[in-house]
């Protein structure tokens, strides 16, 4: 049966290879309305068919251009100019292909169109086909027009070898992500996509793996996540490492710090037998090193990064494990920033290895908490229970005499200050190493070395961070941190600092590395519940016999209540009825609204947030409109909110500051 184009949650493109990215999206982040939702692609079929026949139009797909007659090459795509479309309000600018390019890619278009029963002309506008890459839109001002064209034309001489097409699917959020990868014609066994296109960092992958037989290979190329609840093992421990190994013009050569740079990786004690290294500032020259040195074959025998591949830039994120994983790469704004997403299939973890924006400027704290809040929204999507770390180089001044000075310097406003200790939001993340230091940093507190514990970046002690002056001060920093979710499975046995000097004092990097052995819990049997919830009876009530975990509420502000015992109700009381709570110590709004936005049990946009305005009383506003950030225009301050509520249910308060209740409806 003939399929239809006409659905806007699917569609079939060319993606160009991850090293043009940077260029596109310099133009793009500013002038492009769907920057953070499609990246830089030329539409094949968009519209494209209905989400619930996806599997099978994909498959007639693959089969027509893969054992088909008359099979596509791969296609060379040349930009030579810039042009515009005009619509009722507004143009969009977009790059044009030349001429035996818009010829490749019409061809494409024809064979896929015969492959799913489709006229050539359906889904296109006017019934032609135009391939284009967008790259903004412009008000109809022929100057704000004239303008972006201009930047636009500069990308003219863009060019690569395309060899397969890419499906994306909408998800909740609006965005559209990669699903599937469609090669062009059977000529290309996985080993040719994968030198071809080894920089196309986009959608799930396969790790590469090492054996002695084949070295470093990778068997297939795509792979999602499985989206089922993960089951764990009794007693599972997994021990989970970072380590900035220094990528720096005024660094030692690296044939001499190399072996020092394994020497410290091989001191990582580990009890267990799942091991997983994130690496920061890991550059070309590094990489076939670290890759063909013994130890790491042996050890860490995965990894996100084969041996020849081309990397990005001077600083890259690679991980390691000693088990395999799919991985994605999450992109921030700024050039050549971006996560590293490991996901431990049936061990039920996900590892996010990051390296945030340097430096302690109002610009920069913005640019780490947007990196840090875009990540955190990725992870709370479709997590099915995993339990999630965030590692690696956060960048965060800790040192409380160096923001002191900051502020009395005028480096950074009051408010910048603020938002530095926001970058990480304590209701949703543990910090292992205040976690599992607490009670020494409570005994050992001292005004002049606050926030210097567990320092990683420490010009006083490391000869390498030594050799680069501080701009503020040259305190050391807590830099490297490992982070868990809180109300989830997991416990941190230890915290451990290695690659610290040599008896003669010589480091292998400018960082110390950082690790921890977590115990993560199984998920109990026939429970879909969400992690850092409390089980329940069928009615919704807690057993009689259960009890609070007085650690789990101690450290998270948000399992007090999470955690109340719901009142069985009574035989004569409605069943629809929602007991209300009065709490002894209210949750905060922010933690509240927090947790009704990234708990994927809850959906913002059934909430209003009740706020007190100087002139006009208490206000109403979806949650979903609620602005978290203090540098935005609609900002309102968190003690100004009166209570939430949700939409439906009569109104009900979930949340109410005057009465200091909140009902278990919440959950």
Avoid at 18 to 30: E, G, K, P
Avoid at 147 to 152: D, G, P, R, T, Y
Avoid at 173 to 200: N, R
Avoid at 583 to 611: C, H
Wanted: proline share 5%; with cysteine.
């Amino acid at each position: 049966m003939a399929f239809r184009l006409d659905s806007r949650a699917t569609a079939v493109a060319i993606i160009p290879p991850a090293h043009l990215h940077s260029s596109i999206n310099d133009i793009r982040s500013v002038h492009d309305k769907a920057y953070n939702i499609w990246p830089p692609h030329v539409n094949i079929l968009y519209p494209f068919v209905d989400p619930a026949r996806l599997s099978d139009a994909v498959q007639l797909l693959r089969n027509s251009l893969f054992h088909g007659t008359n099979n596509i090459s791969d296609i060379n795509v040349t930009i030579t100019d810039a042009d515009l479309f005009r619509h009722r309000k507004k143009a969009t600018v977009w790059l044009k292909p030349a001429q035996h390019s818009e010829d490749a890619l019409r061809l494409l278009r024809k064979r896929l169109t015969e492959a799913l029963g489709c006229e050539e002309r359906e889904g296109t506008h006017a019934g032609e086909f135009s391939p284009h890459l967008s790259i903004g839109q412009a008000a109809l001002n022929d100057a704000l027009i004239a303008n972006l064209i201009q930047k636009a034309a500069k990308l003219a001489g863009l060019e690569w070898q395309c060899v397969s097409a890419v499906v994306l699917k909408r998800e909740p959020s609006g965005e559209m992500t990669i699903v599937e990868e469609l090669p062009f014609g059977a000529k290309y066994s996985t080993s040719t996509l994968e030198s071809k296109t080894s920089t196309q960092d986009f959608g799930w992958r396969t790790c590469h793996s090492f054996t002695p037989e084949c070295g470093w290979t990778r068997s297939f190329w795509h792979k999602k996540p499985a989206a089922s609840p993960a089951r764990v093992e009794p007693n599972t421990k997994v021990t989970i490492s970072s380590y900035n190994v220094m990528t720096a013009p005024y660094a030692p050569p690296l044939d001499l710090r190399f072996p020092l740079i394994i020497d410290a990786i091989s001191s990582i004690p580990s009890s267990s037998s799942v091991k997983v290294l994130c690496l920061q500032e890991v550059s070309a020259d590094m990489l076939p090193l670290l890759l063909s040195d013994h130890f790491i074959q042996r050890s860490y025998p995965y990894s996100t990064h084969h041996p020849s591949t081309r990397l990005l830039s001077q600083r890259n994120l690679v991980t390691l494990a000693s088990v395999p994983f799919t991985h994605h790469v999450l992109q921030f704004a700024e050039h050549h920033k971006s996560a590293s997403v490991a996901d431990f299939g049936n061990l039920g973890i996900q590892v996010a290895n990051i390296h945030l924006t340097s430096a302690l400027t109002d610009k920069s704290v913005l640019a780490k908490r947007s990196q840090m809040d875009l990540l955190t929204r990725f992870l709370a999507r479709d997590t099915s229970g995993k339990e999630v770390f965030v590692v690696g180089d956060f960048n965060l001044t800790t040192s409380a005499k160096t923001i002191k000075t900051a502020l009395d310097e005028r480096f950074i406003t009051r408010k910048t200050a603020r938002v530095l200790q926001g970058v990480i939001d304590t209701s949703l993340w543990i910090d292992v190493f205040e976690n599992v230091s607490a009670p020494a940093l409570k005994d050992g507190s001292d005004a002049d070395t606050e926030g210097q514990g567990g320092a990683t970046f420490d010009r006083m002690t490391n000869r390498l961070a030594a050799m680069s002056e501080g701009l503020i001060d040259n305190r050391p920093q807590r830099y490297d941190r490992i982070l868990f979710r809180k109300g989830g499975r997991s416990q941190a046995e230890n915290f451990l600092i290695f690659g610290l000097p040599a008896d003669d004092e010589t480091c292998a990097s400018d960082h110390y590395g950082i690790t921890t052995t977590v115990s993560v819990r199984p998920i109990q049997a026939g429970s879909e519940r969400v992690p850092g919830t409390v089980a329940t009876d069928g009615d919704g009530t807690l057993p009689q016999n259960s009890r609070i975990d007085d650690r789990q509420a101690v450290e998270n502000p948000v399992a007090e209540y999470r955690s109340f015992q719901r009142p069985r109700p009574s035989t004569s009381s409605s069943s629809s009825e929602r007991p209300v709570v009065s709490l002894r110590k209210l949750p905060s709004a922010q933690d509240v609204i927090s947790r009704i936005r990234w708990d994927p049990s809850l959906s913002a946009s059934e909430f209003v947030v009740g706020y007190s305005d100087r002139f006009a009383g208490v206000k109403e506003i979806n949650l979903v409109k609620w602005k978290m950030e203090t540098t935005h225009l609609e900002f309102i301050p968190m003690h100004r909110v009166m209570w939430i509520k949700r939409k439906g249910d009569g109104g009900e308060k979930v949340w109410n500051r005057v009465e200091r209740t909140m009902t278990l409806g919440v959950e």
